[in-house]
């Protein structure tokens, strides 16, 4: 098995030097909507990183991540899986400029678990009402990195090929997941009516009023669930309260802003549901590790096109 992934490992490695080239710094999107892949030459400290509904999976040097109470950490040999969107402290670790830091991610909607979830058997997981948070790692084995590296391996390709084949590989990934450990933790993200759904449909209300006063009364009436039992759930999956999430959305989003748009920092304060510019550049910058003005630089710099 550890041969296999060994050499899978490899090969995707080959791919993405003779696509792309090992030696990049930052996030780089591909031809595959779903699918991009994380860059790095040095090892860092602990930044706040924004998770989606994704599969990870690192292709070389290793992860240490703070949610929760407990450290958590993964290498080449475990995959990570988040059920909604998240926000997690991480640091890159056994990165250097001969061997830099490499990983992929392949992005999917609880919408697309839910398709392939509604065609198996699910009795199986007899789902408990316990909560659980919204990160879960195991161990990769042969049948989830088979997809992946045919997955990666379209970038070869022609457009035509990889608008056509690559939807059917991601459901495949998403199939073998489900029919793996990681099947119990996906089906309580995806199923109506369990808590952890319910508390999903809530960071998505936030999310996409993100720049609105929060009503925590009315997130609970939203999924009838009293407020107390929301705000423990909320932070049982999220390591954080409603308010804390809320923040962390406004500041990733005026991130993207300053990135995007020529725009005074205080008006992207205003945009993103702040009334103080000054408390917004104060936040943003123990977010971050720098100034609004000073990140946005930055990451114009290690943007890759």
Request: charged share 30%; net charge negative; glycine share 2%.
């Amino acid at each position: 098995m550890k041969d296999f992934i060994e050499r899978s490992r490899k090969e995707l490695l080959s791919v993405l030097e003779n696509k792309y080239s090992l030696d990049l710094e930052g996030s780089l999107q591909t031809q595959i909507p779903a699918l991009d892949f994380y860059f790095a030459q040095d090892e860092t400290q602990f930044n706040t990183t924004a998770y989606e509904p994704s599969l990870c999976i690192i292709l070389q040097g290793s992860k240490a991540i703070d949610f929760g109470k407990e450290p958590l950490g993964y290498d080449t040999q475990k995959y990570l899986l988040s059920a909604s969107n998240l926000f997690a402290k991480v640091k890159i670790e056994n990165a250097t400029k001969e061997t830099p830091y490499v990983s992929l991610r392949i992005r999917f909607s609880l919408e697309e678990i839910y398709e392939v979830l509604k065609n198996l058997d699910t009795s199986r997981f007899n789902l408990s009402r316990k909560t659980e948070k919204g990160l879960f790692f195991d161990d990769l084995n042969e049948r989830i990195y088979d997809p992946v590296v045919r997955l990666v391996k379209l970038l070869e390709k022609s457009d035509e090929e990889i608008n056509f084949l690559s939807p059917m590989i991601i459901k495949e990934i998403l199939f073998i997941l489900i029919k793996d450990e990681s099947g119990y933790f996906l089906n309580k993200f995806a199923m109506e009516g369990t808590i952890s759904n319910k508390i999903v449909k809530v960071i998505s209300k936030i999310k996409e009023n993100f720049n609105e006063k929060l009503n925590v009364k009315e997130l609970a009436r939203f999924i009838d669930m009293s407020e107390s039992s929301l705000y423990d759930n909320f932070k049982t999956i999220t390591s954080m309260t409603p308010i804390q999430f809320q923040k962390k959305i406004r500041l990733e989003e005026a991130k993207l802003m300053l990135l995007n748009q020529n725009i005074e920092a205080s008006q992207v304060a205003f945009e993103v549901g702040y009334e103080s510019p000054s408390q917004f550049s104060r936040e943003y910058s123990r977010m971050f590790g720098m100034s609004p003005k000073a990140h946005a630089q930055y990451l114009r710099e290690q943007s890759i096109a």
